[in-house]
């Protein structure tokens, strides 16, 4: 999927957005369980999952920033 050159064409592996960001399967589970997190739901391709980089991204934005 690296072929793309646009991020609302990417899509990442269950894998990939564990390491983005650093949490385990369990985590993500969770987080798509959560409805107060607003964490983007999967895309089903041949029963796997995948994430829009732009949905992701778009998530990662809205999210409230930490105090340095």
């Given at each position: 999927?690296?072929?793309?050159?646009s991020?609302d064409?990417?899509?990442?592996p269950?894998?990939?957005?564990?390491?983005?960001?650093?949490?385990?399967?369990?985590?993500?589970?969770?987080?798509?369980?959560?409805?107060?997190?607003?964490?983007?739901?999967?895309h089903?391709?041949?029963?796997?999952?995948?994430?829009?980089?732009?949905?992701?991204?778009?998530?990662?934005?809205?999210?409230?920033?930490?105090?340095?």
């Amino acid at each position: 999927m690296d072929h793309y050159s646009s991020a609302d064409d990417q899509f990442l592996p269950a894998r990939k957005v564990w390491e983005r960001y650093g949490v385990t399967s369990m985590t993500l589970h969770r987080w798509l369980a959560d409805t107060a997190k607003d964490f983007p739901a999967p895309h089903y391709i041949a029963k796997r999952r995948y994430w829009r980089l732009a949905d992701l991204i778009a998530w990662e934005q809205a999210r409230p920033r930490k105090a340095a």
